[in-house]
């Protein structure tokens, strides 16, 4: 798979993700099974904004094409890591602010997947994105990146 495939990949799985926190019962605190999936959120999105921003971001960050879409990249998990914290925090307002992660990232994907992956695959072509998506896969197996 691809570096964008598998970037994809976790797009919808962190998607899925929240999808199911919505899903809880109204007042329901952010506790047992809950907390388990929000954990696994987290720790999901940590793992994609690490790979990410090694492997892709990096390639992309000085070419003139894609440096300012990178940029605003970097504030986007910025922003998720912040609404990340604050959701770590016990607070009944949890929802509000799923909420405002879910757009956040609804913004991110749709940037990233219209904009600057078909960007990527034209500047860094496919031979290139498939070493990346082995030095993902590496990372994630928690080993080094030069594969």
């Known amino acids: 798979m691809t570096a964008i495939e ?13 999808e199911q926190l919505e899903r ?13 999936l929000f954990g696994r959120l987290k720790s999901a999105l940590t793992m994609h904004t690490l790979v990410e921003e090694q492997i892709l971001y990096h390639s992309l960050a ?21 609404l990340l914290v604050k959701m770590s925090a016990p607070s009944q307002d949890w929802r509000a602010v799923l909420g405002e992660l879910k757009a956040a990232l609804q ?26 998506g082995r030095q993902i896969k590496n990372i994630k197996r928690g080993k080094a990146a030069t594969a």
């Open 6 to 18: 598998l970037l994809k990949q976790d797009h919808d799985e962190a998607m899925m993700m929240i």
């Open 62 to 82: 000085n070419l003139e094409e894609t440096k300012e879409m990178i940029k605003e990249s970097y504030d986007g998990h910025r922003t998720m890591d912040e």
């Open 24 to 36: 809880v019962e109204q007042g329901a605190q952010l506790r047992g099974s809950n907390l388990a």
């Open 107 to 132: 913004h991110h994907v749709r940037e990233e997947e219209s904009e600057l992956f078909p960007k990527a695959e034209r500047l860094l072509g496919g031979q290139r994105l498939q070493v990346m």
